[in-house]
């Protein structure tokens, strides 16, 4: 996995005891991902995945369109990921911009390429 997608993980709370995202295999804290569930839940809430390893895979592929759609790690995460109607967009850019030591404008696609 990507240093990105641990950054998320732990933004998000993955590895938390009792944290949604630990809780529903879902690191990337995903809304909709191929192997995500919304079985007694509302359609957009977090889904619920089957393993955490299916849980890993979701966050890679949801960060390859990201990419392939050549947007900046600020476009991602204050537009797409974690919109500021939602999150601390600021604080959470800061953190993985700082844990990934990159800048705002790097490139999705250039961050991905950090193992």
């Keep these: 996995m990507t ?3 641990r950054l998320i993980s ?3 709370g993955y ?11 879902n690191p990337g ?5 191929p192997h995500s569930s919304h079985q007694g839940e509302g359609p957009n809430d977090i889904g ?3 393993t955490p390893a299916d849980g890993w895979l979701d966050l890679e592929r949801q960060l390859q369109l990201f990419a392939s759609r050549g947007l ?14 939602e999150n ?3 604080a959470y850019l800061a953190f993985v911009v700082q844990g990934g030591g990159w800048t705002n404008d790097t ?9």
């Design 3 to 5: 240093l990105l997608a």
């Design 10 to 12: 732990k933004r998000e």
């Design 15 to 25: 590895g938390i005891p009792g944290a949604v995202p630990t809780r529903d295999n």
């Design 29 to 33: 804290d995903l809304r909709h991902s």
């Design 48 to 50: 619920e995945i089957d």
């Design 72 to 85: 900046t790690l600020q476009q991602m995460i204050e537009e797409k990921y974690a919109p500021p109607t």
């Design 88 to 90: 601390d967009s600021a």
């Design 107 to 115: 490139l999705v696609a250039e961050a991905l390429q950090v193992p």
